[in-house]
């Protein structure tokens, strides 16, 4: 049943697409192992690639929709407790697909489900994405790393009430973040890397303000990523075309660190960081002569 609204859903012919849309709505109502399904298929490599992506579109839908009665989307009937657990127990295995577009919406549907189970619900979230960036699987990095950044928001918006685990999550992560933006090889995408500048800023800055946490959990990493993401840029400007976003991640970093670190950052590193800047502004201008 699911199979056939997920083909109709597909249809390039207008009738058949809306009967798979009231199939949909119809299955929403009456279906409670709705979610459970649509995340097997998500998960299922033998399945096919469009019914897969589909899915994982529904998936995220489903949950912001059903997950938790009361939230700013609801519509009942809501999630029972057991398929709330399947759903968990699943997602985290979709994060290494070989399917990047997989990976993508598994790292989506985890972040919602998090919105509203982390920690209380899903206590071990957190050790498994830790665990999944530690792992030597750079597609099971990758999907980790998708699931952190998008998680980024939820951590700012509720850095208070996680303060606790935002400390033992940051000791647990940030020795493996600092890995895999000092690999400059082809073991992890440009993408990953990314990813990875922007959750270390995010929980650096959550961290920030606690100072015990951050004499404890920051200040003994601010050297070692300082450095790290100052050579990420020097590489980046020995290349032909330059990844600006990439770029423009890194100096939002090495800005916040100097600002709130100065003794560390503008003693140790300030000369190299203005040679920097100064070598990135020749290849903007550079870059703007080639496009004008």
Known sequence: MLTETLDALLSSVD????????????????DLELGVKLTRILKDEGG?????????????QYILNHWQNGSPNFRPPEVPDHAKMTIREILPDCLG???????????????????????THWPDLIEALVNAVASCNARLVHGAMHALSDLAALITERQNELQSVLERFSQALFPHLLKILVTHDDT???DTRKRGVTVFHTLAKSIFDNKSACKRTLMPWVASYSEALIVCVEAALTTSSIDFDFVLRILQTLSWLWEHFPQIVALSYGERLVGL?????RRV???LRIIF
């Open 188 to 190: 992890y995408s440009v």
């Open 48 to 60: 096919t690639i469009a019914h897969r992506q589909l899915c994982g579109i529904l998936l995220k």
């Open 15 to 30: 009738g058949i697409r809306k009967h798979g849309e009231q199939l949909l709505i119809e299955a929403e109502q009456t």
């Open 285 to 287: 201008t550079e870059e």
């Open 97 to 119: 697909d070989a399917e990047r577009s997989v990976r993508a919406s598994a790292a989506y549907a985890v972040a919602a489900v998090a919105a509203f189970d982390w920690p």
């Open 277 to 281: 800047l100064i070598h990135l502004l």
